[in-house]
């Protein structure tokens, strides 16, 4: 089974709107953490938004936002007011410590509109 | 207050050469993990290591591949005999802790990625 799916090969948005990513994840394992990481066409990794299973907030970075629902077992990333600079490729990963590991989805372009 | 740092950032190599990719963790870090994204995919797992040990290389391809972290100096991504193949973004990332640990921590950072191109 898939570790982490991203549904969402595409998605657009327009500049100033928000948006949300979804990403779904399977484990067995009660502890585990979610992360979030964007990549631009540039190539580097850059860290966005951290959920541990544990945290029962959801976690938030400025205008990054993680809608952690546990018993789904998704974990969305909301972007708020998108700006044209955050148009790139986003990932979702899931660090399973059963299989000590950090699993990674296939990924979703976000690409913002002026 | 250096993040991963790897080099080089480009690497083209012919078919049949060796290619060296060397990752320095952040300061305080001894954890570190290799991964590979080819065009158009996610980061897959390739090996965990920590100071002189190798903790999981399930990851990573029995043949041509080597990777280690001694104790002095960066992590060494090892490839031999390149093929067409091996073309990728290979990334490092560390960690103060294993994975346990940054699994309560989410302290977890990749550096910028090295590309290499096999001609």
């Known amino acids: 089974a898939q570790k982490i799916t991203q549904t969402q090969p595409g998605m657009f948005v327009q500049e100033k709107e928000a948006v949300t990513l979804d990403c779904t994840y399977d484990?067995?394992?009660?502890?585990?953490?979610l992360f979030w990481y964007k990549q631009p066409s540039s190539g580097e990794m850059i860290f966005l938004i951290y959920?541990?299973?544990?945290?029962?907030q959801n976690a938030t970075e400025g205008r990054y936002s993680l809608n952690f629902q546990k018993a789904r077992k998704s974990a969305n990333l909301v972007i708020s007011a998108s700006q044209l600079g955050d148009s790139a490729m986003y990932f979702c990963?899931?660090?399973?410590?059963?299989?000590?590991?950090?699993?990674f989805g296939t990924g979703t372009r976000l690409t913002v509109i002026p | 207050n250096a993040g991963v740092m790897q080099n080089p950032r480009h690497l083209v190599r012919r078919r049949g050469q060796e290619a060296r990719l060397r990752c320095s963790p952040m300061?305080?870090?001894?954890?570190v993990y290799w991964y590979r994204q080819l065009p158009e995919e996610g980061l897959k797992f390739m090996v965990y290591?920590?100071?002189?040990?190798?903790?999981?290389e399930s990851g990573m391809p029995k043949e041509r591949f080597s990777a280690e972290f001694p104790k002095e100096g960066p992590s060494i991504l090892r490839i031999q005999q390149v093929v067409r193949g091996d073309s990728a973004a290979y990334f490092c990332?560390?960690?103060?802790?294993?994975?346990?640990?940054?699994?309560?921590?989410?302290?977890?950072?990749f550096g910028e990625g090295s590309r290499l191109t096999v001609l």
């Open positions: 484990t067995s394992d009660q502890s585990y953490g």
């Open positions: 990332a560390s960690s103060p802790l294993g994975l346990a640990g940054a699994t309560n921590t989410g302290e977890l950072f």
């Open positions: 959920q541990g299973s544990y945290d029962e």
């Open positions: 300061k305080g870090h001894s954890h």
């Open positions: 990963a899931i660090l399973d410590t059963g299989a000590n590991n950090l699993f």
């Open positions: 290591l920590q100071k002189e040990n190798i903790i999981d």
